[in-house]
């Protein structure tokens, strides 16, 4: 035992390591579970107490030895890459980094605020979580009116007067309870209704309410407010009308279409054969609202609006399957990197 370790010292003393390579290699040789040194420690256990005194100072010089020259290829290693550092070529181009980018709803949701804040509009917000006074009651739906059945709703079971927000349009409600007019407010949210999901459905979607509340407000600022914000949205040219539509909150109500078209197979498919689309529901505040929040509708009238963030985004980048939206695969949203 005593020439395996005077060879060991010996070979090691000799050895010069300047690779990672052979510093790995060495570590194997030596220091591994079943490395040399663990061999000889495993021999030496079973050594007669005399021969443990005498060998025992030897092995442990051996072990010194091997844990020093393994310290020394540490720092080696450490130098070799500083080495290695200062060769790297700083005028070579950067490694690639994907850039992320912002949801295409989100992106759609900037672009109509900020038509809208062009105009003096300021962005309110409100629960999702919402009572039934706010989402339907104040807004001209009391209990068991038919309008109801409108918006499949999610009630929370614990508390049935409370509700997971059907439209964005219990905002207004919120908004003029607390302030007094003239008000110029859009609320951008989530809204869910007990919907199947399919192509054309989801059990939650996104919506911009609009209200406008003045002295002497009338159809007409309603009109011309909205065929500004068509305009801006998707060009001059855009066709609009307005249909006469039933909404509870408002009187008169009415639904605003665009011309889409009928030049493909698809627009066929998606405007039902008349080239035009709904695009969102508007009207004017009825007096019931404004009372239910003790605005005086002999003194304020206004206008309210109200728009699906998706219906849009479909149309503008011309996505035929609402499940998109939601799936977060990154093949389909790398595909709105750079667009705004
Ligand atoms: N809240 C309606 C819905 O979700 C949309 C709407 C229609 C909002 C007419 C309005 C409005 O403010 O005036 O179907």
Known sequence: MQEKINKYIHDINSITISSIEEATIFHKKYLSKKGLLNQLFNEFKV??????????????????????????LKIDKNDNLSKQSKKIDITLPSSYEPVGSLHPLSQVKRKIISIFEKVGFIISDGPEIEDDWHNFSALNMPKNHPARDMQDTFFISVNPDMLLRTHTS???????????????????????????????????????????????????DLKKMIT?????????DVKTRFRPSFFPFTEPSAEVDIYWGLNSESDYRITKGTGWLEIMGCGMIDPNVLENVNINPKIYSGFAFGLGIERIAMLLYQIDDLRLFFENDIRFLKQFQGLS
């Open 170 to 220: 219990s905002v207004q409600i919120r908004y003029m309870n607390q302030t007094e007019p003239p008000i110029r407010i859009i609320s951008p949210g989530r809204v869910y209704r007990k919907e199947d999901i399919s192509a054309r459905a989801n059990c939650f979607f996104h919506q911009i309410e609009g209200l406008y509340i003045d002295h002497d407000i009338s159809f007409s």
């Open 47 to 72: 050594l007669e107490s005399a021969k443990k005194r005498e060998l025992g100072p030897l092995l442990n010089n051996l072990k010194k030895i091997i844990t020093e020259k393994s310290q020394t």
């Open 228 to 236: 500004y914000f068509l305009k801006s949205l998707f060009g001059e």
